[in-house]
């Protein structure tokens, strides 16, 4: 119970949550109930079921399911609000956000429904909630170069107030990184920062690539480097976080259990790492309860826990001084 308080009381920042993943059942539900025929689940109870995942692939087979019944401004807005409540009530007051605009053009919502929706939610969050959000445009990668392109296009186009970085996600079997180096680089040159998905689904070569042709400030997940001494040290020494998700790792039946995560091999070799729900509800998964599973498997001390609180936010792209301010 006490460690449960501290982790409750540490001042948190989330640096890898989709923002699609970050519906509340409730919300998927009553979604679900405007836009019959969704094949989407209108009782919380067998949303529930719905969201227990084979593997990676079904996992995300569910995951486009939700996007699709997200249509206008308001429905983007609530999911911006919600999450910022979610986070205030864990005393998580920053958060970097990822939103997939090429996915949503694709289903039919038009540009400025999203921009509308991602910037009233993001004042609410800020007025209502105390939270800070700060956003991550993604790359759908298994939608390939042109997705690529007017992903780059519409992120340095609009250039909407909080947007920090740019992404890639989606799978990575069969989608190689380096294909979108072009559009990294011009993304980078424009100031934002780099940070792809690599090493979820596979090994350390992925996470070789995300650094060396995408440039990567810091890696979605990562946790393919473990196996991979050359690149632990490469990440400890540029010091490139990673943005691991332990619990999302267990859903997707990509590690059998909390206890056999990797993340005490990269602990343990000093790599920066940081802690994320990916997929919060759609996971099970709570910040706090993130930092509760790897304190109890991995028998961390209060200081330790603060230590990768702190890890976070040193990671972040939060200006200073304020990142500095939270440290
Ligand atoms: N990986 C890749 N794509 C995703 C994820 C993820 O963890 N979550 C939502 N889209
Ligand atoms: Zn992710």
Not at 48 to 77: E, G, K, N, P
Not at 123 to 145: M, N
Not at 228 to 245: F, M, S, T
Not at 297 to 319: M, Y
């Amino acid at each position: 119970a006490s460690l449960r308080a501290l982790v409750a009381a540490l001042p948190k920042v989330e640096l890898h949550v989709h923002l699609v993943g970050s519906a509340r059942p409730g919300t998927v539900a009553a979604l679900a109930r405007r836009h019959p025929g969704s094949g989407v689940p209108t009782d919380p109870a067998e949303l529930a079921r719905w969201f227990t995942f084979r593997d990676f692939d079904h996992f995300l087979t569910v995951y486009w399911a939700v996007q699709s019944l997200l249509r206008d401004r308001a429905d983007i807005h609530e999911l911006v609000v919600g999450l910022a409540a979610d986070l205030a009530r864990q005393n998580c007051r920053y958060a970097e956000v990822t939103v997939t605009p090429y996915n949503h053009l694709l289903d039919g919502m038009p540009g400025d429904e999203l921009l509308s929706g991602l910037a009233s939610g993001r004042a609410e969050a800020a007025a209502e909630h105390g939270v800070e959000l700060a956003w991550c445009f993604d790359i759908p990668g298994e939608k390939g170069t042109k997705a690529g392109r007017e992903t780059l296009v519409f992120a340095l186009r609009e250039r909407p107030e909080g947007l920090v970085s740019f992404g890639l996600g989606g799978p990575e079997v069969g989608v190689g990184r380096a294909q979108f180096a072009p559009f990294f680089t011009a993304a980078r040159e424009a100031g934002l920062r780099s940070v792809p998905h690599a090493g979820e689904t596979t090994g350390p070569a992925t996470v070789w690539s995300a650094v060396h042709d995408l440039g990567a400030d810091r890696v979605g997940h990562g946790i393919g480097s473990a196996t991979d001494p050359r690149l632990l040290e490469y990440l400890r020494e540029r010091d490139i976080a990673l943005e691991v998700c332990p619990t999302s790792n267990v859903r997707t039946r990509q590690v059998a259990s909390i206890g056999a995560h990797p993340v005490r091999r990269l602990l343990d070799h000093g790599v920066p790492v940081t802690l994320n729900t990916d997929d919060p509800p759609m996971f099970g998964a709570t910040l706090d309860g993130e930092y509760l599973a790897v304190a109890s498997a991995l028998g961390l001390t209060p200081a330790e826990i603060a230590d990768l609180a702190r890890a976070s936010v040193r990671a972040s792209f939060l200006p200073e001084p304020r990142r500095t301010a939270l440290l």
